[in-house]
């Protein structure tokens, strides 16, 4: 069980928030997709022969590729990998991008699962944010998909947008449910450093919502999914029973996955790898033969916090014990104080050996994970 992450680093526009790798110069794509292939055929050994039952195409705006260059690079992995029948494909793809005309070629292809980049269905919420599409654009292309005949489509939004009308975040929710789509994958806005609105915040320039009303939005959240018989997953991700996303899941359940393109990961177990986040220097040493990566052995002590941060996100919560067989680190007994506190303030639940938390500590799920790290004396 494996699955391969494909990075497409353009995309038509640059979104204000947005730090992730890409090009809005399409001066390189070519070279880029070849590139890219002559990485599949590189990197052929290392997942070892593994069956692939998810295939990812992220970015940058996967979708902004013809068709034809999307099934391209699915046939290079399906001709050197064995890849499970019912494997799900999924394309991130941006509204303006999904004509009709494109949506019934789509279906044509292996691609069964399509995750659109709504973000908002309040048009000055998508101009602050510099999203090249309208809100009106995004729920049309969210019906034709349906009607085309996906059923398996996930939307991005993003709340803790600054506006003086509290009532916006939960008309998008609304929106979003009465589409009746299978998944939802919800982010609090982040100011980053190197993006427009990080240097609108450090000009004073721009305001960000206060935290208590992020808070909000993210506990409203919850409350409207399950009210819409949606399960809460993962901190971000919200499903109908059965459509949680097997690529994101098999990220957090650490099994082993392939990264193509300029800045992707890959993951084997024991070491992660980085590809350069540069698309020039991608495309010259995949020219030359040779692999634009950089490896990281994994010690215990990254494994096993890398295995906290993600489970404690989900539903199906830490498992000590799996810790405690796989690297032989007693995390309970470790942190038996702190994890007593937290159950006792209703932050967290113990379930047989597993670390879940309550809805009330998702709120704080980074800070919880952290104080459950391991440091280098013990592991």
């Not at 494994?303 to 000590?320: A, F, I, K, Q």
């Amino acid at each position: 069980m494996a699955g391969i992450y494909l990075h497409i680093p353009f995309c038509k526009q640059a979104c204000h928030y947005c730090d992730f790798h890409f090009s809005t110069s399409m001066g390189l794509k070519e070279q880029v997709l070849h590139a890219m292939h002559r990485e599949l055929a590189l990197q052929q050994n290392y997942l070892n022969g593994e069956t692939i039952d998810t295939i990812y195409f992220g970015g940058g705006t996967p979708s902004i590729l013809s068709v034809a260059e999307l099934n391209g690079l699915l046939e290079a992995i399906y001709a050197k990998h064995p890849v499970n029948p019912s494997a799900e494909i999924t394309l991130e793809a941006n509204p303006d991008d999904l004509t009709l005309e494109k949506l019934r070629a789509l279906r044509q292809t292996p691609i069964n699962r399509l995750s659109i980049g709504v973000q908002s269905f309040h048009n000055p919420h998508l101009q602050l944010m510099n999203r090249p599409h309208t809100a009106a654009e995004a729920a049309d292309c969210i019906k034709q998909a349906q009607e085309v005949g996906f059923d398996n489509i996930s939307l991005d939004l993003i709340y803790g947008i600054p506006a003086e009308d509290a009532a916006l975040w939960e008309q998008d929710l609304a929106k979003a449910f009465a589409l009746r789509v299978q998944h939802l994958s919800c982010y609090a806005l982040t100011i980053e450093p190197n993006t427009v609105l990080g240097h609108r915040l450090k000009k004073g320039k721009f305001t960000p919502a206060e935290e208590e009303r992020v808070a909000q939005q993210f506990e409203l959240l919850m409350l409207e999914a399950k009210a819409h018989g949606f399960l809460h997953y993962e901190i971000s991700n919200f499903c109908q029973p059965g459509f949680e996303s097997k690529h994101n899941s098999s990220y957090w359940k650490q099994v082993p996955y392939l990264g193509i393109g300029p800045s992707a990961h890959s993951f084997n177990g024991v070491s992660r790898q980085f590809n350069v986040a540069h698309n020039p220097k991608y495309v010259q040493a995949l020219e030359a033969g040779q692999l634009p990566c950089t490896v990281e052995e994994l010690s215990v002590e990254d494994r096993v916090n890398e295995y906290v941060m993600t489970t404690l996100r989900t539903s199906w919560g830490c498992d000590t014990a799996y810790i405690q067989a796989k690297w032989g680190v007693d995390l309970g007994t470790l942190h038996a104080t702190y994890l007593q506190k937290i159950e006792a303030q209703g932050l967290l639940r113990k379930e047989q050996g597993v670390l879940v938390l309550t809805e009330a500590g998702k709120l704080l799920a980074d800070e919880i994970a952290l104080d459950l790290f391991l440091l280098p004396e013990e592991a």
